[in-house]
């Protein structure tokens, strides 16, 4: 390649002119948004900025836990609550394969044990928690918008209709506990949530 064609392979692909030499890198004299074309939209992309501070406008809504809608509610909550669950259970496994009697003393048996009952118990109680926290929050905004508030009494009503039916296929005795256990549980919570 000779001069000419090189001269005018450099002057069509642009101008040498505008990249920033070392000099420049370490003077710190060079515009950075010449390095990549899309670094200077910061301020055209109004979509990509999201409204953090726009929090549900239901009456009864604004507790110690802000939440912008029933999306935040069952996002935050479901997996609050599987995590919650999955610690729970990997803790109850752990006790439960580390306390199994073995026929011989042996290490390996033991931590065998052990990754067999956290694995079992966790994802069990994690799954049954976070399923439990998807039907909660489906329902208890469900409520909330045919109510027009959000209170203590729709949050318990919620927490009922999950535990009933939860078990709701062991029978009525079953069903009846669940949806007492569960609508403690939330009353406690929404009473929680509103004086903390």
Not at 47 to 55: E, H, Q, S, V
Not at 164 to 187: D, E, N, Q, R, W
Request: proline share 4%; aromatic share 6%; glycine share 12%.
């Amino acid at each position: 390649m000779d001069q000419t064609s090189a001269g005018n392979h450099a002057a069509s692909s642009g101008s040498t002119q505008d990249a920033p030499t070392a000099s420049d890198l370490l003077l710190g004299s060079f515009d950075p948004t010449k390095l990549h074309p899309m670094a200077g939209l910061h301020d055209k992309l109004d979509y990509l900025l999201l409204d953090d501070d726009k929090t549900s406008d239901l009456p009864g809504a604004g507790t110690a836990i802000p939440s912008r809608g029933w999306s935040d509610d069952l996002s935050y909550g479901t997996g609050t609550m599987y995590l919650s669950g999955l610690t729970l259970g990997g803790l109850w496994g752990f006790r439960e394969g580390a306390r199994r009697p073995l026929a011989v003393s042996n290490t390996r048996l033991r931590i065998n044990s052990i990754l067999n009952s956290v694995t079992r118990r966790g994802t069990f109680i994690g799954n049954s928690a976070g399923v439990l926290a998807l039907v909660y929050n489906s329902i208890n905004s469900s409520i909330d918008y045919a109510r027009g508030k959000h209170d203590t009494i729709g949050s318990m009503l919620a927490g009922g209709l999950t535990g009933a039916l939860y078990k709701s296929t062991a029978g009525i005795k079953p069903a009846l506990a669940a949806a007492t256990l569960v609508s403690g549980l939330a009353g406690v919570w929404s009473y929680v949530k509103r004086s903390v």
